[in-house]
């Protein structure tokens, strides 16, 4: 009798330790960090400078930059298997490097190790055709048609001096079908630690724009809003514009 006693004791023991243990694994919060996000604009390896500065383009024209705005949306991370684990809500960040507003977070990511960014250039549909919004699609901001529902994706002014022409430099490309998905490596894993210090930063070359896969003639595409001439920079922007992405 003694002996069984002992034995239920030790299970009843037993039992509550598993108990005990699978309660508190239970309870563990999931390690999530914020991440900032930082972009530097840059012209053939230099950081971007407005007004003063003149850039030699692709195809050999000089011009000079007094504006650059661009959104980027709907923001994903990837791990090594392509799932994406982390997914922004209510994902619209503004890139305008004249007020210099080149940086955001991105909260709550979950613990994990990240090989991939993905986002969007512009805004998407659900979202482009209505004004009544907040943060960065702000309808106040210089980023909304002032002539049409919705807002530019990409925005330079500029001018320009080329072969045969000089002039203003006018890109504002919108337009559902402009609106392009990019995906592009982490030159290292972002390994996601449980304290401050997670950061991505991407470097933007805007030469870029100007060169594959389509080659821009100041000469003669030197104004694109909706078209073939915006598609061609769309197509630009969303192949060769967004050129390294490092994680630290």
Aim: charged content about 20%; aromatic content about 10%.
């Amino acid at each position: 009798m003694h002996q069984l006693y002992r034995h239920t004791l030790t299970t009843i023991a037993i039992v509550c330790t598993l108990l005990f243990t699978a309660c508190s694994s239970d309870d563990e919060e999931p390690i999530v960090a914020n991440v900032e996000v930082v972009v530097e604009n840059t012209v053939a390896g230099h950081p971007l400078k407005l007004t003063d500065t003149t850039y030699t383009s692709p195809t050999g024209d000089i011009y000079a930059v007094h504006e650059l705005a661009y959104f980027m949306s709907n923001i994903k991370l990837l791990n090594a298997s392509g799932e994406a684990v982390y997914i922004e809500p209510d994902s619209y960040h503004l890139i305008e490097e004249q007020t210099g507003k080149r940086t955001f977070t991105l909260k709550n990511v979950k613990a994990d190790t990240y090989t991939k960014l993905q986002f969007g250039v512009g805004v998407d549909a659900a979202r482009n055709h209505s004004t009544d919004q907040y943060g960065d699609l702000d309808p106040s901001s210089s980023m909304v048609w002032d002539w049409d529902t919705g807002y530019k994706f990409f925005s330079l002014v500029g001018n320009y001096t080329a072969n045969t022409k000089a002039g203003g430099l006018v890109f504002h490309i919108g337009g559902d079908a402009n609106y392009k998905t990019v995906t592009v490596d982490l030159q290292q894993p972002l390994v996601i630690k449980a304290t401050e210090g997670n950061r991505i930063t991407i470097v933007t070359d805007l030469n870029a724009i100007f060169q594959d896969p389509h080659p821009i003639d100041f000469d003669e595409i030197n104004t694109a809003m909706t078209g073939p001439d915006a598609a061609k920079i769309a197509e630009n922007y969303s192949t060769g514009f967004f050129r390294k992405v490092t994680a630290e």
